[in-house]
């Protein structure tokens, strides 16, 4: 079929635009051709993990396969092509102009910078072109801005609720599914000492080829590979094998077991699917549709707080965290409520601590591109948080080092609820403990070289003397706050020479950070 005897119509999917059931896919005609492009602007607007751009090209690589063999009209530019222009405008203005297309459509990217250099190619054009949403979100850009109009708290609940009536998710009627909206008390336990959590599904795809490519083209990256047995999905098949494998085996401990922090294993319950969900080969909704399908299923096996907690997630905190995003950049990318200067410490690259809990969160993301939620929160975050780490350094860390990082989630996520550089738009407060969460939380603690009890002398936990000099040093910007005025009475009831030394502790970790 032709859609129109004159009209030829260039259509560009972005690397994070995978998504097989798009309205574009439902017809097919030899007059629509679709673009994809492995780009040095893409590869180098941060300095990301060596499998994130290998997963990113495999996955297009796939999906441009997988289209072409429904008969679709596919230009594929590799990274090492000659006539590679290396970004999407250039790339772009160049097949116009060879190809005589007469119309350019893309999908609204999730990124503000990518977001911005396709309006000013599209100004620059001079055929007629459109855009059109990438029909994978549950809220619009602007939805999460119009809820809250007028409103000086952005709570992530009051959105949540609204999205779950919206949606008519886990609902009764207007009320939600058992009376309670939040399950989240009944969540966030240890793990028991003796629990061996099951291990993770991964994948085995030799993605040598694609590694040789990058290495050949001099994209510069950093952590490690096994290129031979690439780990992570490539394709919307094996994201719905690790969805189910999660629903199979993981969910039924997913919040239980949700905060917790072990060296013995790297994902415990979690999903690992943020991956295939920002990458669009699998869809929220139906990840949503699926878990609760699996509950109707398994109701002894599965409990509600589980489900709940799991959907709260994707439902609330992802929707959420993308509002956020449209709403407040691109000023967002420049708050740093603390005015914190200091530089990362050397060795976030390296994993070369002697700090376990850093070492371990450090290590297992440059060996996978992947933390948990509660490590990149209360390990790393926290760690950067109360050194006074630069927002802009830490950004850069996070959205270069995780499979799943796309700034749009990224940002929000350790501008935001992490470094509480927005001054508390995400986060009531900033997230910061000391040893003696984490030490709740993990096993980390006992086989460190320090001493998660001791706030000062010789191999005090820096997170002890750390946490108090970071309130110290914020208390004009922080004691109004009435989640922490409390911690605000316990330091000023301490002796001023507990005191004093506790500052000078964190003065003399902070002064040595690199030795940590
Ligand atoms: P699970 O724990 O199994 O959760 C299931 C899904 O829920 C995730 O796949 C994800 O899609 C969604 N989800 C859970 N928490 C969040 C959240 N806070 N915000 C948005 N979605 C959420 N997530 C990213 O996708 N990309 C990032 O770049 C990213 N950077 C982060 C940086 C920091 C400092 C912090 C604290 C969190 C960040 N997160 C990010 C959120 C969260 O840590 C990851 O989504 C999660 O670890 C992904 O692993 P999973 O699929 O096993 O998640
Ligand atoms: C992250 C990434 C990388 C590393 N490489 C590419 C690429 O070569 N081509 C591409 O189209 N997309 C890539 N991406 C994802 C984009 O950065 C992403 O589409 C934008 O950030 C918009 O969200
Ligand atoms: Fe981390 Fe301190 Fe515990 Fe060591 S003692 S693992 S540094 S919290």
């Not at 796939?62 to 090492?80: C, D, G, M, R, T």
């Not at 609760?292 to 959420?320: A, C, D, S, T, V």
């Not at 993990?442 to 005090?460: E, L």
């Amino acid at each position: 079929m032709s859609i129109n005897k004159n009209k030829l119509l260039l259509r560009l999917i972005l690397g994070d635009q995978l998504n097989i059931n798009h309205s574009w896919f439902s017809s097919v005609s030899p007059d629509i051709t679709y673009v994809l492009m492995e780009i040095r602007t893409e590869t180098d607007y941060a300095l990301h993990h060596i499998q994130k751009v290998t997963g990113i090209f495999s996955a297009m690589r796939n999906f441009a396969s997988e289209i072409k063999k429904l008969n679709h009209q596919v230009i594929y530019l590799k990274i090492n092509d000659s006539d590679n222009l290396q970004s999407f405008e250039k790339n772009i203005l160049h097949l116009i102009e060879h190809k005589n297309f007469t119309h350019f459509e893309y999908q609204l990217p999730d990124e503000y910078r990518v977001d911005e250099a396709l309006k000013q190619l599209s100004k620059k054009l001079t055929l007629s072109h459109e855009v059109f949403d990438s029909e994978h979100f549950l809220s619009s850009r602007e939805e999460l801005g119009e809820f809250f109009k007028g409103k000086k708290l952005f709570l992530m609940e009051s959105f949540y609720r609204y999205m779950r009536k919206k949606h008519r998710i886990l609902m009764e009627g207007q009320e939600p599914y058992s009376g309670k909206w939040n399950y989240d008390s009944d969540n966030r336990k240890k793990l028991p000492a003796s629990h061996q959590p099951t291990p993770p599904l991964v994948f085995d795809n030799d993605e040598s080829e694609i590694v040789a490519e990058i290495k050949k083209a001099g994209i510069k990256t950093i952590g490690n590979i096994d290129e031979k047995h690439f780990i992570w999905p490539t394709s919307r098949k094996q994201s719905l094998e690790l969805l189910d494998f999660f629903l199979d085996y993981c969910l039924p401990l997913f919040g239980t077991y949700q905060d917790a922090m072990t060296p013995k294993a790297w994902s415990i319950y979690h999903a690992r699917i943020s991956f295939s969900l920002n990458i669009k080969l699998i869809s929220p909704l139906e990840v949503i549709n699926k878990a609760i399908e699996q509950w109707q299923k398994r109701p002894n096996e599965i409990e509600f707080n589980q489900l709940e907690g799991f959907i709260r997630q994707i439902l609330g905190w992802r929707e959420y965290m993308r509002g956020i995003y449209w709403l407040k950049m691109p000023d967002y990318a420049t708050l740093n409520f603390f005015d914190h200067q200091e530089k990362l410490p050397d060795w976030f690259w390296t994993g070369n601590t002697k700090m376990n809990c850093l070492k371990h969160s450090i290590n297992q993301s440059l060996d996978y591109a992947y933390a948990h939620h509660i490590q990149r929160l209360m390990i790393t975050g926290n760690f950067l948080l109360l050194s006074g780490i630069d927002p802009d350094q830490v950004d850069a860390w996070y959205l270069g080092i995780y499979m799943d990082a796309f700034e749009w989630v990224e940002i929000t996520n350790t501008r935001g609820m992490s470094q509480y550089a927005d001054g508390g738009i995400v986060g009531s407060k900033p997230y910061v403990s000391s040893a003696t969460y984490i030490d709740k939380m993990s096993h980390y603690c006992g086989s460190c070289f320090y001493n998660k009890a001791k706030k000062t002398g010789d191999k005090a936990c820096p997170f002890n003397s750390l946490y108090w000099n970071f309130y110290d040093k914020n208390e004009n910007k922080l004691s109004k706050n009435p989640r922490i005025g409390m911690m605000y009475n316990v330091w000023r009831r301490m002796q001023p020479n507990d005191k004093a030394d506790i500052l000078q502790q964190a003065e003399y970790y902070l002064q040595n950070i690199n030795k940590l």
